[in-house]
């Protein structure tokens, strides 16, 4: 059977602390330990080779350890290196071409004082070895297993759909981002949605599909649904389109006490100032209109011009500031992805409202005349 590896290096430092306190009788230095674990340092070799130099004996003191070490690296426990063969890569690793004359010692008596060397100093390294497994498998198995994520980013002015590994689909609004493991699917799957996302979700009774938002986790029991969630907004707001929902705490726990389970046509809304979540019905053009956002045609109902200003913020990547006299003011229409400036010429037409471009920055104020 040939060598496989030598021990892992988190092991090493378990091996030693046993060898230093099991091999009484063979007294060791810590600059022969340090090599013998890949871990010396130009200081130990050069002491290594004084060691060496100083007494003949050394070679084959040397040459047992060297072979004890691989030997407890191999899977059979029972299997010996041999110890010439063991000081041979050991020359070969410090560079060292063997030309030296072997001392005209006794075959039968090297061999029985190196082969029983050889075991027990192979069944320290072998008991240090299982130790060492063994303390690595009960501190391995306590440790959270790391996780990777895939992240979706959309950035101001775009839109995107992905595909999840399910065969669910996710339409991303502007300034959005959508994050899942890489191991989606396997035992659940959890997304986490920073913005506003449109959840088509691939059915699996098994493995529900559970979207976590900072104040609320929603649960999908087979839905279209949307979710928007975005950080500066402070609020968390859902909407089902289809199938049945369930909405519970999320991590900036709100106020609720069991699942709400939501029917088609139901807005759920909790405002981080409170925590407490309104639940509202919505009639069917209304509730269409709330996630337009994601078609080519954007429909508007009675929405507030503060409130619309906020969307055409992420939708076109602009700065809009509006006259307080008019962020109250409500709009209703159908809009197209059109240029931005041809969409306030839209809200012109029905708000009474002056509009200037500067750049990536907007101003809205009061038209006096239609005001009248």
Not at 40 to 66: T, Y
Not at 200 to 221: G, M, Q, R, W, Y
Request: net charge negative.
């Amino acid at each position: 059977m040939q060598t496989k590896n030598l021990i892992p290096a988190r092991l090493t430092a378990v091996i030693v602390m046993n060898i230093r306190k099991i091999v009484m009788n063979y007294p060791i230095e810590d600059y022969i330990i340090n090599f013998l674990a890949r871990k010396e340092s130009p200081e130990d070799v050069q002491k290594l080779e004084e060691w060496l130099a100083a007494d003949p004996a050394h070679r084959d003191e040397l040459k047992q350890w060297l072979a004890a070490w691989d030997t407890a690296a191999i899977t059979d426990a029972a299997e010996t290196v041999s110890p010439d063969k063991a000081y041979q890569r050991f020359m070969f690793r410090v560079g060292v071409e063997n030309k030296e004359t072997e001392p005209k010692i006794s075959p039968k008596v090297v061999r029985m004082d190196i082969s029983r060397t050889i075991r027990r100093i192979a069944a320290i390294f072998v008991v240090s070895f299982s130790l060492g497994m063994l303390c690595h498998y009960y501190w391995a198995k306590d440790q959270p297993e790391q996780v990777a994520f895939i992240e979706n980013m959309v950035p101001l002015g775009s839109k995107s759909e992905i595909k999840l590994p399910d065969g669910s689909t996710v339409a991303l609004n502007s300034g959005s981002v959508l994050r899942y493991s890489t191991d989606y699917g396997k035992s659940k799957r959890d997304v986490y949605l920073s913005g506003e996302g449109y959840f088509k979700v691939a059915k699996n009774s098994e493995k529900l599909f559970t979207v976590h938002t900072p104040l609320a986790n929603i649960t999908d029991l087979g839905t279209e649904f949307n979710v928007k969630a975005y950080p500066d907004e402070n609020m968390m707001e859902t909407t089902l389109i289809k199938g049945e929902l369930a909405v519970e705490n999320g991590e900036g726990m709100s106020a609720i006490d069991r699942p709400i389970l939501l029917k088609p046509g139901q807005r759920l809304s909790i405002s981080a100032s409170d925590l407490q979540p309104v639940i509202t019905q919505l009639d069917p053009d209304i509730a269409e209109a709330k996630v337009s956002w994601k078609d080519h045609y954007w429909r508007i109902e009675r929405e507030p011009l503060q409130d619309l200003a906020v969307k055409l913020e992420r939708r076109y990547n602009v700065r809009i500031q509006v006259d307080d006299r008019l962020k109250n003011r409500h709009f209703t229409g159908t809009l197209e992805d059109e240029p931005l400036e041809q969409i306030l010429q839209y809200i012109q037409i029905s708000t009474p409202i002056l509009f200037d471009i500067d750049g990536k920055n907007v101003y809205i104020r009061i038209n006096p005349e239609k005001m009248e």
